[in-house]
């Protein structure tokens, strides 16, 4: 019992799991950002309708974000809070003034493969620690990316 956290959970691998988490929130910071800037800057003749996309995407990740980090302190731990520790720790690359709406779009799908190649390590992960809350997560996730995937590159598709 006394390698149990307040929670129930295995302490080291509670531990793994926040660090991995941590992890996740840089890249989920990094995408936020991105999707910003595209929000922002977005030109030419699919301007109304990417506008409005990128935004439900950077809501949807702000939801995410704070998930995330409040998964993290559940677990015990502190989520990162700093920009230079996002941009350090993140998978998915800084993107700065891009206005093209296809350009844009693929960024968006390599952060998701980024993304979602870390939340199914960390749904192996919560899954052999018995911990439920982040396996749930985890698997939301997923399926939400999985479909949003398939509906960004149907729309590169000629």
Avoid: C
């Avoid at 977005?42 to 990128?54: V, Y």
């Amino acid at each position: 019992m006394n390698n149990l956290s307040q929670i129930g959970l295995d302490v080291n691998q509670s531990q793994q799991l926040a660090e991995k988490l941590n992890l996740l929130l840089a890249d989920l910071h990094v995408f936020y950002m991105n999707t910003r800037g595209f929000h922002w800057n977005i030109k030419g003749d699919k301007f109304f309708e990417l506008h409005l996309k990128f935004e439900e995407l950077y809501t949807d990740l702000q939801v995410k974000i704070d998930e995330v980090a409040e998964r993290i302190l559940t677990l015990g731990y502190t989520p990162m809070h700093s920009f230079t520790d996002f941009i350090n720790h993140s998978d998915v690359k800084e993107v700065k003034n891009l206005t093209d709406g296809k350009e844009s779009i693929r960024s968006i799908l390599e952060a998701f493969r980024t993304i979602l190649i870390k939340e199914r390590e960390l749904l192996d992960l919560s899954a052999k620690a018995g911990d439920e809350g982040t396996n749930a997560l985890m698997s939301d996730y997923i399926r939400q990316q999985e479909k949003l995937v398939w509906m960004y590159t149907a729309y590169l598709k000629n």
